[in-house]
């Protein structure tokens, strides 16, 4: 008999194997969701002859799956939602300036691993400036956009909120963290240093969603790293060059330092930057923390009501039974004669 059957089972327990299985299946859902939307957007780019909009409209067609993947499980579980909800993107008026403190600490991140480079000399830098460059800088800005969304969505998101309700936020955060480096080592053939920075970069982002129970610190720091290091300096993102446009840059020099082909998320020095992005996340988010991630109390228990002492009762029922005394008010001034008496003679 399964557990969920058995009356002796905690309910504790039934609601853990509840939330393994959605995570289990939410991330089934996401894995199936990357694939079938690969597919479909090369079909129609092929069909229409949008090669270089295949990868943006992969990346919404996911989004889309995902949404709709998500909110039918809240649908089963009897916790209907909205697709904004389920996907972390949760609607606040601190949404905008999240987004923007993510962005800057992913820029500052990514200037903070490359100044080095910049200051040994180890940038070759090359413009590539021919008809249609900014129609393909646009394009990839929305596709590095929703690439990202995407990737958080999926590591960040509904799965890992699931996962948290298992195995607590400190479990989740390594767990998906290990997740995450282990599809950069099949899509992206990540080096031993490249899995460690996957690592780092996990953990990162998923501090970023505990701090503020929401995604969008998380996708503006995301998105900030990868369109500043690909497309502003040109810089191989996870071994790859797609994004680099206008910009393209050789680096040369230590690998500890460079990454090499892989890109400066290879390199050692990397980490350094990445944590001191952590300590920069902790601080900057205390106000949200506080705001999005305390559980409000809610009271419980049984009313308590003291009853008084025998002796105050009688005295109160004594002084009940008494008729209450008459008080004679007096003047606080002597009488004198009223504007209608007649005078005395």
């Not at 949008?50 to 909110?71: E, H, I, T």
């Not at 909205?82 to 991140?109: D, H, K």
Request: charged content about 10%; proline content about 6%.
């Amino acid at each position: 008999m399964s557990s969920l059957s058995d009356p002796t089972t905690p309910p504790r327990r039934a609601g853990r194997t509840l939330q393994l299985a959605r995570f289990a299946t939410a991330f089934a859902w996401s894995v199936s969701s990357r694939v079938l939307s690969a597919s479909s957007a090369r079909g129609i780019t092929n069909r229409f002859n949008m090669d270089a909009w295949q990868p943006l409209l992969s990346a919404l067609f996911l989004l889309f799956l995902l949404a709709v993947g998500f909110r039918f499980l809240e649908i089963i579980a009897r916790r209907p939602a909205s697709s904004r909800s389920v996907l972390g993107l949760p609607q606040r008026s601190t949404s905008g300036r999240e987004w923007l403190i993510g962005a800057a600490l992913g820029w500052g991140m990514v200037i903070l691993a490359v100044m080095p480079m910049v200051l040994a000399g180890g940038l070759h830098i090359s413009f590539w400036t021919e008809p249609g460059t900014m129609r393909l800088i646009a394009i990839n800005l929305l596709t590095i956009a929703a690439q990202t969304l995407a990737v958080e969505v999926i590591f960040r998101g509904y799965a890992f909120r699931c996962l948290i309700e298992v195995i607590g936020p400190v479990g989740a955060t390594l767990g998906m963290s290990i997740i995450f480096a282990f599809a950069q080592v099949l899509i992206n053939g990540a080096t031993s240093t490249g899995i460690f920075i996957a690592v780092l970069m996990g953990i990162l982002f998923s501090v970023a969603w505990l701090r503020t129970h929401a995604l969008w610190l998380a996708w503006g720091m995301h998105f900030a790293w990868t369109a500043s290091m690909g497309m502003l300096f040109g810089l191989p993102v996870s071994g790859k060059i797609d994004s680099s446009v206008l910009v393209q840059t050789i680096a040369s020099g230590r690998r500890w330092l460079t990454g090499g082909d892989y890109g400066p998320e290879g390199a050692r020095f990397t980490a350094l930057a990445l944590l001191a992005g952590l300590i920069v996340l902790v601080r900057v988010t205390r106000e949200y923390a506080w705001n999005y991630t305390h559980t409000p109390i809610v009271a419980g228990g049984y009313a308590m009501e003291a009853q008084p002492p025998a002796a105050h009762v009688a005295m109160e029922q004594s002084q009940q039974s008494q008729p209450p005394a008459l008080v004679q008010i007096l003047p606080s001034a002597p009488q004198g004669r009223s504007a209608g008496d007649p005078p005395e003679v």
